[in-house]
Each structure stands twice: as structure tokens, then as C-alpha cells.
């Protein structure tokens, strides 16, 4: 058996074995201030996250980021302390890269460097977290930002999300949005969730700003 499967299979096992409460995943609070059919403007409050730096294509990036994260958050920390999963795992090309407009999350082949990000759970200051044992995990503030989204389920193939990046920058558009950076892809869901209960999104940030205001 590859050792990805091997690490999927000790995954499962892990999660299931925690019990029925740990499996409510916990997600970061937003304030919705566009809603319009699947696209959504949203404020974020500042939020803490852990994120690597991995290189690679999309899926390889975000499958060693997983693995990375994942084995800081089931203990491999200087306490040994297990912290709860939380939702979504956020993918986005790492600062200095040469992207074309549409990137990160069109891209369909290629190497680079992506920052693959788990969001920490609310109870937590950077004081209480406990420190990585991997020094390529990081414990970094994240500033409050907005986000022009656009929400999806089944499976994040590039085509897919090639099509769902279009039509949100069109939505920006039709709204007077502007980016403020780069979009990010976030999952929600587990590998071994069946692909038509999947739940993704694509994230582009944008300037607070007099398109943002409801219909």
C-alpha cells in the first residue's frame, strides 16, 4: 500500500476513534454582507491560522500540506496536545510568485510554492498554541479581510475551478469589487467524503467599498 494511503487509512482511524464530537469540525465566523444566489461578499474577523509553505503542483502542494498540519495538530507539538480540525483547509500561491490572472486556483500543471493554511479553533491566542515540533509549521496572525466567494460542491478539478474563478471575477465585476490579491481555494471536506457531498468555495480578496452592499 503507498505510504498516501497509509497516511488517509491512520487518518480515519484517528477522527473516528476521538468519538462522535470531534467530528464537528469547527469554521471560522464571517458577516455576510452580499448574498446573491452562490456568490457571497463576507468580512472576516482577525483569525489565527497554522500554515506550510510546500512546493509542487496544486494537489501535491495540498496533499504534503495536509500531512504537515495535520501532524502538528495531532500532537506534534512541544506538548504533545491534540487541537480540533477546523474547516476549510485554504490553498493560495505563496507571495512572489508569477501567476497569471486567473491563478492560483486555475492552474493545471507546473511547479511552485503554495501556502496551504488550517484555520486554528476560536479558543486559542498565539500564546496558548502549542509550538510545532516541524519548524515549516508556522503559527501566523491573519488580518481581518473580505472575500468575494462564490461556493461549489463535488470534486475541485482545475476545470472546475478554471470555471467557478471566471464567473466570480465576473461577479466582482458586475459589482465594482476589486481584488486586493490573489484567489485561494478552500475545501472543505476530507479525501474520503464522496465527491457529490463536497463542499468548496474560491476565495478573492477584495477593497472594502461602495460595490459591497446589498441588493
Not at 472543505?188 to 463536497?198: A, E, I, K, N, V
Request: proline share 10%; glycine share 10%; charged share 20%.
Amino acid at each position: 500500500m503507498k505510504p498516501m494511503k497509509h497516511f488517509c487509512l491512520g487518518l480515519i482511524f484517528a477522527l473516528f476513534t476521538l468519538g462522535g464530537p470531534a467530528l464537528a469540525t469547527e469554521e471560522p465566523a464571517f458577516r455576510v454582507v452580499l448574498g446573491d444566489g452562490a456568490f457571497e461578499v463576507r468580512d472576516y474577523p482577525a483569525l489565527l491560522a497554522a500554515e506550510v509553505t510546500v512546493g509542487g503542483s496544486r494537489d501535491e502542494a495540498s496533499n504534503a500540506g495536509f500531512r504537515l498540519l495535520a501532524g502538528y495538530i495531532f500532537g506534534g507539538n512541544t506538548r504533545r496536545q491534540s487541537i480540533a480540525m477546523t474547516a476549510p483547509v485554504v490553498q493560495e500561491r505563496a507571495p512572489g510568485e508569477t501567476i497569471a490572472m486567473t491563478a492560483p486556483v486555475i492552474q493545471t500543471g507546473g511547479d511552485g510554492e503554495w501556502i496551504v493554511r488550517f484555520v486554528m479553533p476560536g479558543a486559542y491566542t498565539q500564546e496558548s498554541l502549542p509550538t510545532p515540533n516541524d519548524r515549516r509549521v508556522r503559527i501566523v496572525p491573519v488580518p481581518p479581510r473580505r472575500f468575494a466567494v462564490v461556493r461549489f460542491s463535488g470534486l475541485a478539478a482545475p476545470a472546475e475551478v478554471e470555471r467557478r474563478t471566471t464567473a466570480l471575477r465576473a461577479f466582482m465585476s458586475r459589482r465594482k469589487l476589486s481584488s486586493a490579491g490573489p484567489p485561494a481555494l478552500a475545501r472543505y471536506d476530507p479525501p474520503w467524503t464522496l465527491w457529490f457531498m463536497r463542499r468548496n468555495e474560491v476565495w478573492i480578496p477584495v477593497s472594502p467599498g461602495p460595490g459591497a452592499t446589498a441588493r
